[in-house]
């Protein structure tokens, strides 16, 4: 299986700071890498597939980029609804697997 | 709109088979997608379980392959999930979604608890 190392595990950021998150899988997978958000008590969103393309209803301030082995996600602009836990998950091969998942809390 | 949810025990004891339902409304499950179940664990960590497609094909996760069973109920649009000889490592958070490689909608999840 392929494996996806997610860091940081969690982190603080302040309101209207820019907070990055990075994805590192064992192997290439071509930009096959989607990035969700669980709130709390909430059921995972899906917030970008295919490394970049934003999912609809998705607000802006989030992108995603990378290539080959290494992705992330940016959100320019923190804001206290994008308090939650943020998880990659690559679809290159079968099975899909998932990152362990950054938990973001406002500072 | 789409919408997903997950029913079934709350508790199953060891050795005993896992069975939840997971409702959708707002898309047949015949007309498309993948129809995947994925469970998240107490610390986190989410696990691919496998998938029922639109035409009635299944794909299982390879680590459960001998214990997994995924069906459905066209009539009703629902779909299942049995996971067989549960053990506690199988206690989870289990989630019904809808899939074409990335999940684009998910239930609310369903928390099981194996325990005597």
């Known amino acids: 299986d392929i494996q996806m190392t997610q860091s940081p595990a969690s982190l603080s950021a302040s309101l209207g700071e820019t907070v990055s998150i990075e994805c590192l899988a064992s192997?290439?997978?071509?930009?096959?890498l989607a990035w969700y958000q669980q709130k709390s008590g909430k059921s995972p969103q899906l917030l970008i597939y295919?490394?970049?393309r934003l999912q609809d209803g998705v607000p802006s301030r989030f992108s995603g980029s990378g290539s080959g082995t290494r992705y992330s996600l940016k959100i320019s602009g923190m804001q206290p609804e994008d308090e939650a836990d943020y998880f990659c998950?690559?679809?290159?091969?079968?099975?899909?697997?998932f990152g362990a998942g950054t938990k973001l809390e406002l500072k | 709109e789409i919408q997903l949810q997950e029913s079934g025990p709350g508790l199953v004891k060891p050795s005993q088979s896992l069975s939840l339902t997971c409702s959708v409304t707002?898309?047949?499950?015949?007309?498309?997608?993948?129809w995947s179940w994925i469970r998240k664990f107490p610390g986190n960590k989410m696990e691919w379980m496998g998938y029922?497609?639109?035409?009635?094909?299944?794909n299982y996760n390879p680590s459960l392959k001998s214990r997994i069973s995924i069906t459905r109920d066209t009539s009703k649009n629902q779909f299942f999930l049995q996971l067989n000889s549960v053990t506690t490592e199988d206690t989870a958070t289990y989630y019904c979604?809808?899939?074409?490689?990335?999940?684009?909608?998910w239930g609310q999840g369903a928390s099981v608890t194996v325990s005597s």
């Open positions: 979604a809808r899939a074409f490689y990335v999940m684009d909608a």
């Open positions: 707002g898309y047949t499950i015949t007309s498309g997608y993948d």
């Open positions: 029922i497609s639109y035409s009635g094909s299944t």
């Open positions: 192997e290439g997978i071509s930009n096959d």
């Open positions: 295919a490394a970049s």
């Open positions: 998950q690559q679809s290159y091969k079968y099975p899909p697997t």
